[in-house]
């Protein structure tokens, strides 16, 4: 079977597709990252292109070592991954330093992804809690949850109340809560440090101003999560556009919740100050 037709590279392409329809992805902006399990590499290894050359990282990653990755390409389109998945996302296999990585199957006369950086290094954190977990790392840029970092302030605790609020099964969806980095140069290492940071805490990190990185066990669970907190933000915008709330989920409900179906919810989020009046200062 081609690569492209294997049930993994089917999923990462529906994945992609159903962001553009959501309308996170204008020109060639997010990108998506799976690390790959040995039964995937076993079903594709024959066809990988193992004379490519080598190309360094800037920061190594031991932990990768000898992983193999598929993932977008820089400059690539998600609206053009299904038609033409060998030019727009490749596999990359690390070497057994995790100091360079070879392009051994697609993205042809292409390179992987401007976040590679910060695809790896959250990668590589996430395989230390659990090397089966978290395989998928997406990057999107959803509108509503880009306009509330220019209103909300760059601050975890809150960012998560607020959104907790917004639907009361979010606090399921993410008890941990979410990370906001502020604002950052994409592709930097700085980052990709900066979301590593927040990935130890979380499994969402909103860039302030540029867009949101999830990390999830499947592609639908790393696409409901971006989904989620997406919906959630919407719903936040059109709060604050009609003048703000006047009433609320309260700590005590959010408790409540928590002892119903055994959460351990983000203590600064839950201990946040109720001010109904006014979001975004709440
Ligand atoms: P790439 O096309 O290099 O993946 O960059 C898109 C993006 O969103 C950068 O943050
Ligand atoms: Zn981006």
Redesign the pocket.
């Known amino acids: 079977m081609r690569i492209e037709e294997l049930s993994f590279v089917k999923a990462f392409i529906r994945l992609a597709t159903d962001g553009d329809r959501r309308g996170w992805h204008e020109r060639?902006?997010?990108?998506l990252s799976y690390r790959m399990t040995g039964a995937d590499i076993n079903a594709c290894s024959a066809q990988f292109d193992t004379a490519a050359p080598w190309i360094p990282v800037k920061t190594a990653v031991p932990l990768l070592a000898g992983d193999c990755i598929l993932l977008?390409?820089?400059?690539?389109c998600m609206r053009n991954i299904a038609a033409a998945p060998t030019d727009t996302v490749g596999i990359i296999e690390l070497n057994g330093r995790g100091d360079a990585y070879r392009i051994v199957w697609g993205l042809i006369k292409s390179r992987p992804?401007?976040?590679l950086p910060t695809h790896l290094a959250v990668a590589a954190l996430k395989k230390t809690e659990d090397a089966e977990k978290n395989r998928v790392i997406y990057?999107a840029?959803p509108a509503h949850l880009i306009a509330l970092t220019f209103i909300l302030p760059i601050d975890d605790a809150r960012f998560t109340r607020e959104l907790w609020e917004m639907d009361i099964e979010n606090p399921l969806v993410f008890p941990e809560g979410i990370g906001i980095v502020p604002w950052v140069i994409?592709?930097s290492e700085a980052a990709a440090a900066a979301t590593l940071e927040k990935m130890k805490s979380y499994r969402a990190v909103v860039w302030a101003h540029?867009?949101t990185f999830v990390c999830g066990d499947d592609f639908d669970d790393t696409f409901g999560l971006m989904d989620v907190l997406e919906k959630s933000a919407q719903i936040c915008g059109e709060i604050i556009a009609m003048g703000g709330k006047r009433q609320s989920v309260t700590a005590a409900d959010l408790n409540a919740l928590a002892d119903m179906y055994n959460l351990h919810l983000n203590e600064a989020a839950l201990v946040i100050e109720e001010r109904r009046d006014c979001p975004g200062e709440i």
């Open positions: 060639n902006g997010g990108n977008t390409g820089s400059g690539k992804t401007s976040e990057h840029h994409p592709g540029h867009g």
